[in-house]
C-alpha cells in the first residue's frame, strides 16, 4: 500500500513539473514573438520613413555629406551658370523677330513712304534685324555700298550683343566637373593618409573619405550637364538668329537698289 502511494506521489510530480515546463516555455515562445513582431514593426517604419523621403531631402543629404568645400564651389558654379543661362535665355527670345512680317512693312513703306517712312518702321520694332534694318536705311541716302557697309559693321556689332556672357556659360561647365575631380583626388589621398597612419586597410576607416570624392565627381558631372543643356540651346537660339540676320541684310540691299531704280 505504501509502495502504490508513492508511485502516485511521484507520478503527480512529475505531471506538476511537466506543466511548470511547458508553460515556462509558452511564457519564451510568447516573448520571442512578441520581440519579433516588434522588430518587424520597426523595420517596416524605417522602410516607411525611407521612402516618404523625396529626391530633394536625397539631395540634400548626399550634398551635405559631400562636404561643403568643394560642393560649395560646385554649387556656386551651377547658380551662376544658371544666372548667365537664364539672362540669355530672356534677351536672346525678346530678341528673336518675325523677319517675314518686318521685311514686308519695310518694303511696303519703301514703296509708299520712302527711305522715313522705313526707318519709322524700324524704330517701332524690336531686335536686332530691326536695328541692322535701321542702320542700313540711315546710309541709304548716300549710296547703296555704304548702307551695305553699315548693315556689316552693326551686323557684327549685334552678334557681340547676342553673345554676351555665353562665354562665362562655358567656363562654368568646364570648371564644375574639374573641381568635382579635384575633389576626388583629395579624397582619395586623405584615404591613403589613414591607411598609412594606420597601418592596416578598414573599409570603416576610408569609406567617409571615400564617399566624399565620389559624391564631389558626381554633383560636378551633374553641374556640367545641366549647364551644358542650356548652352546648346542658347547656341542654337543665336546661330538662328544670326542667319535671320544675314538673310534679312541680302534683303535690304536688294530692296534698297530697287528702290534707287
Known amino acids: 500500500m505504501k509502495r502504490l502511494f508513492s508511485i502516485l506521489a511521484m507520478a503527480g510530480l512529475f505531471v506538476l513539473s511537466t506543466n511548470t515546463v511547458s508553460a515556462k516555455a509558452n511564457a519564451v515562445v ?22 516618404t523621403k523625396g529626391f530633394t531631402q536625397v539631395l540634400k543629404e548626399q550634398f551635405i555629406q ?18 548667365v543661362a537664364i539672362e540669355r535665355i530672356i534677351y536672346l ?23 522715313e517712312a522705313a526707318k519709322e518702321v524700324c524704330r517701332n520694332t524690336k531686335g536686332p534685324v530691326a536695328s541692322i534694318y535701321y542702320q542700313g536705311l540711315d ?10 557697309k553699315a548693315v556689316i559693321a ?15 556659360l562655358s567656363l562654368f561647365i568646364a570648371i564644375a566637373p574639374m573641381l568635382g575631380f579635384m575633389g576626388t583626388v583629395i579624397g582619395m589621398i586623405q584615404a591613403f593618409q589613414k ?21 564631389t565627381t558626381v554633383f560636378g558631372l551633374i553641374t556640367a550637364i545641366i549647364l551644358q543643356i542650356f548652352y546648346n540651346y542658347i547656341i542654337a537660339k543665336i546661330d538662328s538668329i544670326v542667319n535671320d540676320m544675314e538673310d534679312s541684310s541680302i534683303t535690304l540691299i536688294d530692296m534698297l537698289v530697287d528702290h534707287k531704280k
Open 93 to 115: 527670345n525678346m530678341a528673336s523677330t518675325n523677319t517675314g512680317k518686318l521685311k514686308q512693312q519695310v518694303e511696303d513703306a519703301l514703296s509708299s513712304g520712302g527711305i
Open 30 to 51: 510568447s516573448n520571442l514573438s512578441s520581440s519579433m513582431a516588434t522588430f518587424a514593426v520597426m523595420l517596416q517604419d524605417d522602410a516607411a520613413a525611407e521612402s
Open 154 to 168: 552693326y551686323g557684327g556689332v549685334q552678334m557681340g550683343q547676342l553673345e554676351k556672357n555665353v562665354s562665362w
Open 195 to 215: 591607411i598609412s597612419a594606420v597601418g592596416n586597410l578598414s573599409a570603416s576607416l576610408i569609406a567617409g573619405d571615400i564617399q566624399v570624392a565620389l559624391l
Open 66 to 83: 559631400g562636404g561643403a568645400g568643394f560642393m560649395g564651389i560646385v554649387l556656386l558654379c551651377l547658380i551662376l551658370g544658371l544666372a
Open 139 to 148: 546710309r541709304a541716302d548716300e549710296s547703296v555700298e555704304s548702307a551695305e
